[in-house]
């Protein structure tokens, strides 16, 4: 089945160490994006991809880091500089002939 | 400036009632595309409509519908009939038409609870 594949679905991470998300898609889309979400609040874009091996910055990036070698996965790097990093992170991917994002289960990230 | 305001951020409803759930939009682009996504408990947003800014016609879908009301910059979401089902986080969401990689701008998101 085709569809967006996040992992793990929960991750707990120690204060200062970095944490990668993952992200693959398996459904041919140029585009991904990555969002966070927090309690009440609505999505926020943090990073997001056009095609292989570029990608641009969205409304909160700070503290976070991506790489998109392949045009399956765009993985999400948390750092040890993002200060609030506990939040719902989800993954979306959009194709050139559909306006609509199509998303992951998410990952939701506790920091202990 | 883009924003989604969605002023309810909480809804009850005992089950078989209809319920509305309000989108007001800004944007300074002349085209644009207007969605609506669920988020039930599991996590996951599933996309339930898109809209182009130049087509106000309604759409039925079901027990949904959705009213698109450019002169007031609105996007209602109506089910009729609600469901224990239908209980999740809805989100109104605005993206440009620019190109078709363009960011899309969620809303806060409406709560809503069906009692049985």
């Known amino acids: 089945d085709g569809g967006i594949t996040q992992s793990p679905k929960y991750l707990f991470r120690k204060e200062g160490q970095n944490v990668t998300l993952s992200c693959e898609q398996n459904?041919?889309?140029?585009?991904m994006y990555w969002y966070r979400q927090d309690p009440g609040q609505g999505l926020r874009l943090i990073y997001y991809?056009?095609?292989?091996?570029?990608?641009q910055k969205g409304d909160i990036a700070e503290g976070y880091s991506v790489s998109r070698e392949k045009k399956e996965s765009f993985p999400l790097t948390v750092t040890s500089a993002q200060k609030n990093p506990t939040a719902f992170y989800l993954c979306?991917?959009?194709?050139?002939?559909?306006?609509?994002?199509?998303f992951g289960q998410g990952t939701r990230l506790t920091v202990v | 400036a883009q924003k989604v305001t969605q002023a309810q951020t909480e809804i009850s409803v005992v089950e078989k009632e209809d319920v509305t759930l309000d989108c007001v939009y800004e944007t300074r682009d002349t085209t644009y595309y207007l969605f609506w996504y669920k988020q039930p408990p599991s996590g996951e947003l599933v996309f339930l409509i898109r809209?182009?800014?130049?087509?106000?016609q309604n759409e039925i879908s079901g027990r949904y519908s959705w009213n698109f009301q450019k002169s007031t910059s609105s996007f209602n979401f109506t089910i009729t009939a609600s469901q224990v089902v239908d209980s999740a986080v809805y989100f109104c969401?605005?993206?440009?038409?620019?190109?078709?990689?363009?960011?899309?701008?969620f809303g806060p998101g409406t709560s809503l609870s069906v009692i049985p």
């Open positions: 991809s056009q095609i292989v091996n570029d990608f």
């Open positions: 979306a991917s959009k194709s050139l002939r559909h306006s609509e994002a199509f």
């Open positions: 809209r182009n800014s130049f087509d106000e």
């Open positions: 459904l041919n889309h140029d585009a």
């Open positions: 969401a605005l993206s440009p038409m620019k190109t078709s990689y363009d960011k899309v701008i």
